[in-house]
């Protein structure tokens, strides 16, 4: 096995054991990049926030099918939204796991996690019918091949999708997610690639890198 999990200063690390000199992925959800986006992102308009339909007085209840890292489940949970991560791979998972339990004990954020943030280890296509509440949005964010095989990707997302592999039953997932979610299903793509599954959507929200397809619901059966 080329990864696993240790555990390390009381928190799970996933660590590279073909390259023992690089730095151990952890979840971080009380510093780091990601404090940052919770701190100056609000002020920013994120595009997801807008994506996921966060506007004065609506803050939908999320379901996050496809979480990884779970940095955008956490910084819609800090927007007020209550949002349900769901990771497929138990390595992923116990990370996430793992990341919850610190936050919680967070003097600032840990009412917040406690509140607005859960998690369910499995596979989204089941696992969504399953969720402890009716969500107005499903958020999907498969993974995706390079259009430039000698880009670097960041380590941890490398390690995530080394883990994870590359999706193939997103286009199914969203078939899914769209007979479940009441308001919405959002699907974060590359800015250069196809539609999921060629299913066009009603609107898209670009970024510079990416592009937040948004599916309204109720659509006719597919």
């Known amino acids: 096995m080329k990864y696993r999990l240790q555990l390390h200063d009381q928190q ?12 151990p992925v ?5 510093s780091g990049k990601t404090a940052y986006r ?5 002020a920013g308009g ?3 926030s807008k994506a996921v339909g966060i506007k ?7 379901v996050d099918a496809t979480a990884g890292l779970g940095r955008d489940a956490f910084v819609l949970a800090t927007m007020g939204c209550r949002v349900h991560m769901i990771e497929r791979s138990d390595m992923i998972a116990k990370l996430l796991e ?4 610190r936050a919680t004990e967070d003097e600032k954020i840990g009412p917040l996690i406690k509140d607005k943030l859960t998690l369910t ?3 989204s296509r089941h696992a969504l019918l399953n969720v402890p ?3 107005e949005v499903i958020y999907v964010d498969p993974m995706f091949p390079l259009k430039d095989k000698t880009a670097l990707v960041k380590k941890d997302m490398r390690m995530v999708q080394d883990i994870v592999g590359q999706d193939e039953d997103a286009g199914e997932l969203l078939k899914i997610a769209l007979r479940i979610a009441t308001n919405r299903v959002v699907v974060k793509r590359p800015a250069y690639a196809d539609h999921l599954a060629g299913i066009k959507p009603q609107a898209s929200i670009k970024t510079k890198k990416h592009r937040f397809d948004i599916y309204l619901t109720p659509r006719p059966a597919l």
């Open 56 to 62: 004065k007085g609506n803050r939908p209840t999320i």
């Open 133 to 135: 509440f009716q969500p």
């Open 12 to 23: 799970w690390q996933l660590i590279d054991q073909d390259e023992p000199g690089m730095t």
């Open 38 to 42: 919770r701190k100056y992102g609000h």
């Open 26 to 30: 952890i979840i971080d959800f009380v």
């Open 121 to 123: 280890c499995g596979d």
């Open 98 to 101: 793992d990341g919850l339990r």
């Open 46 to 48: 994120e595009a997801i």
